[in-house]
C-alpha cells in the first residue's frame, strides 16, 4: 500500500489498534516499517520491529489491556496520524521500578502520534500520566 491518503493513514492506523485489542502481535508488526522508532512514554527510543516485538511481550508479561474510545486524526497529507484513547489495564506482574502487582485495575486516558511513509507506520511515540498510573495502582488517589 502505497496510498499517503488521510483515509489511508487512518485506517493502517485502525488495523494497528485492532490488532492491539485482539491481542494480535504479528498483526501489530505487519503494520510496522522494519526500522520503526517507537519512543516509550516515559522512557527512550527502540528502533526496529525486533526491539517492538520485545516490547510487547514485555507488555503482555506485566499488563492486559483494551483500548476504547479510540479516535484517529490523520493529518491533510497522511504523513503523521494522531490518536487518542482510554486504557483500560490490569496490571498483571511486576514492571521494574514500579509498584508492586497485585492484579490492580485502572483506565487512563492516553494519546499516540504516528509517522507514516510507503503504507507503513515509521514512528510510534506514546503518551499518558504516569504518575496517574502509579495513583491507580498504589491505591493512593490521583
Not at 496510498?3 to 501489530?28: C, E, I, K, T, W
Not at 514500579?98 to 504516528?114: E, H, N, S, V
Request: charge should be negative; hydrophobic fraction near 35%.
Amino acid at each position: 500500500m502505497s496510498d499517503n491518503s488521510p483515509s489511508a493513514a487512518a485506517a493502517l492506523v485502525q488495523r494497528y489498534y485492532d490488532a492491539f485489542n485482539a491481542g494480535d502481535v504479528p498483526g501489530m508488526l505487519a503494520c510496522l516499517s522494519d526500522d520503526v522508532a517507537h519512543d516509550v512514554n516515559q522512557g527512550g527510543r527502540r528502533t526496529g520491529k525486533a526491539l517492538f516485538e520485545e516490547f510487547c511481550g514485555h507488555m503482555e508479561r506485566c499488563y492486559r489491556e483494551q483500548l476504547t474510545d479510540i479516535v484517529v486524526m490523520p493529518s491533510a497529507d497522511g504523513r503523521r496520524v494522531a490518536a487518542e484513547f482510554t486504557v483500560n489495564g490490569t496490571y498483571l506482574a511486576d514492571d521494574d521500578g514500579l509498584p508492586p502487582a497485585t492484579g490492580q485495575t485502572y483506565t487512563l486516558p492516553a494519546g499516540t502520534f504516528f509517522d507514516i511513509a510507503d503504507g507503513k507506520i515509521t514512528r510510534v511515540t506514546t503518551h499518558y500520566n504516569l504518575q496517574d498510573w502509579i495513583a491507580q495502582v498504589a491505591g493512593t488517589g490521583a
